[in-house]
């Protein structure tokens, strides 16, 4: 999820927790207990400074590690100590579990997006990514901040965020729901499917759909329950030629192809150089795949120039990289 659902998410926590006999309101561990499910709520996302690095290092570590098992317990021992040090008089146990628990949700929210988590590791370091709700829904952001202003208004926040989550299950079950009668239809209209993906979008009943076959790549777009078929594709696998093979040395190219689970190739060759770009499929916005990765290459085949990212035209491409002009 964006930060700011993760933050309101951390703050109704803390209210949740009011309903421990443990924690009770306006003592030490309530205020340890509030302060440790803000910061837990936010830590695994810590991993976000790598954007400052470059976009490769990003995209092959974002919700990786940070999000992994053995870290999940790191984070709630630190944040822990944290509020102890503030909180001395603070219950260490019930503050460390309303702490865990405040990391562990953010994980578990995260698999429900597109991007998903390595939330498996040690163990896998694949990406489960379960597709049903948008990095930014605009329903569990605002259900979080009316049940903080019913709060603010005097409510009991114990009751009141057990009543905002009970919604929010009841919500995640319908979204399972819609997913799975597109899932439905699209095996009607394709037999011979091998592997769907599906991308929530900010509208409640509008998603983004890429299909793999054996032999071709769909994408489509579910709107109100209507699945339109924009664009296919012949599934050609990737030739490891001279050129591919010296494209995939280059980190943006490496990191695009760890992380995107469908996508397809294009190789140009200029007078003067060559460019190969991979294009992930998932994500069609206004007749352009946004997310990409480029490199260019001299005839010597050394890396002149390369990107991996979200990048909305050509333009933009070439003037934020200076590549070297087609």
Known sequence: MDTGT?????????????LDPAVGMNNPTAHAVM?????????????????LSNNARYIRNHRGITHSIPAIFIWSILITGLGMLFFPESNLLHLWLWTLLAISLHVFVDIFNAYGTQALRPFSKKWVALGMINTFDPFIFTVHVIGIIIWLLGAHPGYTFLTVYAVLITYYIIRFIMQRRII?????????????IISPTMRFRQWHI????????????????????????????????????????????????????VYRW????FTDHYEVRFIDLRYRSKN???????????????????YTGWIFSEEKLRKKLELIPE
Request: glycine letters at 6%.
């Open 35 to 51: 302060l440790g499910t803000v910061i837990g709520s936010q830590a695994p996302d810590l991993d976000t400074i790598l954007k």
């Open 210 to 261: 890429a299909v793999t076959t054996k032999s071709k790549f769909y994408v489509a777009r579910a709107v109100h329950g209507k699945i339109n078929f924009l664009d296919e594709f012949e599934r050609v696998p990737v030739p490891q030629t001279d050129i591919i093979r010296a494209a995939e040395k280059d980190a943006n190219i490496s990191a695009f192809l760890s992380f995107s689970p």
């Open 6 to 18: 993760h933050i309101v998410m951390g703050i109704a926590l803390g209210g949740l927790a009011t």
């Open 288 to 306: 352009y795949y946004p997310f990409v990765a480029i490199v260019q290459l001299d005839t010597d085949l050394n890396i002149v120039s390369s």
């Open 184 to 196: 439905q239809c699209l095996h009607q209209k394709i037999p011979d499917i091998e592997q769907v």
């Open 266 to 269: 294009e190789v140009e060759e």
